[in-house]
């Protein structure tokens, strides 16, 4: 028999496991009121800590993935970044998603070095792909333009793509990409 989906702001069973002796970890699905389904972290010294630290934790988790309230279409970008960083670095810190605090950290740097000063004064509703296709054409170095992707790209999804403000942006590398040479040359068009 199939399970059922969670349904939107719905939470899923709590399961425990023990990592190792004194140590056992609580996980559990949830599904926001946007329908993006996350996964909730929490440690305890034993299984009753664990599901007690987190039986509260996907309740607000669920409220924090519905930005709404966070950004606006009229919010600056600046601000919008700063929302995004600051969430995640929270998100890290618990245990939620891929994210470690460093690797937010870095994310911090190459947003304030290479995002915040071009695209910080535009509003969100003006974030479309014509202006982001021209910012990495004109404003990102090739030495920095997957850093920078990467961060802009998950920050369209994590933040605004849920909120209905952009449409949903594909970012293709526009780089010429070399031959492979295990394929031999390249065939000749037109003949």
């Not at 702001?9 to 056992?24: A, C, N």
């Not at 209905?164 to 065939?187: L, N, S």
């Amino acid at each position: 028999m199939a399970r059922n989906p969670l349904q939107p702001g719905e939470i899923g069973k709590i399961r425990t496991v023990q990592v190792r002796p004194g140590l056992w970890r609580a996980d559990a699905s949830y599904c926001d009121h946007s329908g993006a389904k996350g996964r909730c972290r929490k440690s305890g010294r034993t299984e009753t800590a664990a599901r007690r630290a987190l039986a509260d934790e996907p309740k607000g988790r669920i409220e924090l993935e519905n930005p709404s309230g966070l950004v606006a279409p009229t919010s600056l970008m600046n601000e919008a970044v700063e929302t995004y960083l600051k969430n995640r670095m929270e998100d890290a810190r618990n245990g939620v998603g891929r994210a470690n605090p460093r690797s937010v950290k870095i994310y911090r740097s190459v947003a304030e070095n290479w995002i915040k000063p071009i695209l910080g004064e535009f509003r969100v509703r003006h974030l479309t792909p014509g202006r982001l296709d021209t910012y990495f054409r004109n404003d990102v170095p090739p030495t920095r333009y997957a850093d920078v992707r990467k961060i802009i790209h998950a920050f369209i999804k994590w933040l605004l793509v849920r909120a209905g403000h952009v449409q949903a942006v594909r970012f293709v590398d526009t780089r010429r990409q070399p031959w492979p040479k295990a394929q031999g040359p390249r065939p000749m068009l037109g003949t």
